[in-house]
């Protein structure tokens, strides 16, 4: 993954942030609209692209573009700083591959230990009953 041609690639909307606010709100456009064609994008291979899709079905849209909001501060610049970070971190995050599970035994030392153990606890159990007249 290279970070400076996946930046190149993005695209930024500013559009009018919602909520109250009064006269400013009214005429500035700080909420920012970041959006990535992960379909077209040459930066990531193909494996990438087939894994994010994977991973980011639930973010994407039908043309698998994936379009994230800020508009936590009132400024546009600091708003399209948290986006790309946001952007960037959801990337690294989701191109991470998870190992492979590998089967294994429990080795007969914990074999036997649970084994001895479960003697113990039986033969605990076997002394809480009454005895026997015989």
């Not at 041609?5 to 456009?29: D, M, P, T, W, Y």
């Not at 930066?43 to 573009?65: F, G, V, Y």
């Not at 708003?79 to 429990?106: D, H, Q, S, V």
């Not at 230990?113 to 026997?132: F, H, S, V, Y």
Request: proline letters at 4%; a positive charge; hydrophobic letters at 30%.
């Amino acid at each position: 993954m290279n970070k400076e041609s996946i930046l190149k690639e993005l695209h930024f909307k500013a559009i009018r942030s919602s909520g109250a606010g009064g006269q400013h709100v009214n005429k500035v456009s700080s909420k920012i609209e970041l959006i990535f064609d992960l379909e077209n994008s040459s930066s990531l291979s193909d494996p990438e692209k087939k894994l994010l899709k994977s991973k980011l079905s639930s973010k994407l849209t039908n043309q698998n573009k994936l379009v994230l909001f800020c508009d936590t501060t009132r400024s546009q610049n600091r708003n399209k700083e948290t986006a790309i970070k946001r952007f960037l971190e959801l990337l690294k995050t989701n191109l991470i591959r998870p190992k492979k599970r590998r089967p294994t035994k429990p080795s007969k030392s914990s074999i036997r230990k649970n084994r001895e153990d479960k003697k113990k606890i039986g033969l605990k159990k076997a002394l809480r009953k009454k005895p026997t007249l015989d």
